[in-house]
């Protein structure tokens, strides 16, 4: 059996390619390493943030009080884990960009 017999036919990707060679590729390891370095670090923030808010409120009182008239700081907190979010989403979508051409660079190198 051929290392690429296991490919489904409808994934376009041609039985003459060698995944293993690309996996091992540099272009493939600096895919992997640039995703990872932005990756890694963002999740980090994004789980302390998110959790930080009903770690806060369950066990101190430092949110309570208030910020805008009735409006307490959880409550801004809590807004700003929205704002957290569509930035997360807003920088990841321009990142990926520089990652598609690492793709398309990984991919050609791999058609010869």
Do not use: H
Request: glycine share 2%; aromatic share 14%; net charge positive.
């Amino acid at each position: 059996m051929a290392p690429n017999d296991s490919i489904p036919k409808e994934t376009g990707v041609s039985a003459s390619i060698d995944c293993t060679k690309i996996v091992q590729s540099q272009s493939f390891q600096e895919l992997l390493r640039k995703k990872r370095n932005f990756i890694v670090p963002l999740s980090i923030f994004f789980i302390v943030f998110y959790f930080t808010l009903p770690i806060l409120t369950s066990y101190s009182k430092v949110l309570n009080s208030n910020a805008l008239g009735p409006i307490s700081w959880a409550w801004v907190f809590a807004f700003a884990q929205f704002i957290m979010t569509w930035t997360l989403c807003i920088l990841y979508s321009k990142k990926a960009a520089t990652f598609d051409q690492l793709v398309e660079k990984i991919v050609r190198e791999a058609k010869g």
